[in-house]
């Protein structure tokens, strides 16, 4: 997920990494400042062998199935940067995930949890 803020956003785009510590799940948000996702079901469909050109969207797939296989889920949405957010929900349990609101992107900023935001490096030597 950090590899797609690295491949499809500008050098020096500033991005977020939040984790949340729930009793039944964790849930992570990667957010960016870049030119966001226009048609997130697209992206999605990409990483099923849709066939479209551009980005296989393989890597976005593989967390999908990584939180569903858990009893979670995957959205995307925008992100308050003004590019793309992901969500994963991710079920320690491995049961499936009581609906509480945590649906969409998670905007509230609540205490105990893990956030670092930092400007992507420009190329590495």
């Not at 950090?2 to 939040?18: C, Q």
């Not at 990483?47 to 296989?69: F, H, K, Y």
């Not at 858990?70 to 049961?95: C, H, K, P, Y």
Request: overall charge positive.
């Amino acid at each position: 997920l950090l590899g797609n803020v690295f491949r499809h956003t500008p050098e020096g785009t500033a991005f977020a990494v939040d984790v949340h510590n729930g009793e039944d799940a964790v849930i992570v948000l990667v957010s960016d400042a870049g030119p966001g996702i226009s048609d997130p079901e697209a992206a999605m469909a990409r990483g099923r062998g849709s066939g479209s050109v551009g980005s296989t969207g393989l890597g976005l797939d593989i967390v999908r199935r990584l939180a569903e296989s858990t009893g979670g889920d995957m959205r995307i949405g925008s992100s308050v940067l003004g590019g793309t957010e992901v969500r994963i929900w991710i079920q320690l349990d491995g049961r499936a995930p009581v609906r509480r609101g945590h649906r969409g992107p998670v905007r509230r900023r609540r205490p105990g949890k893990l956030v670092s935001t930092f400007n992507r490096p420009r190329s590495l030597p």
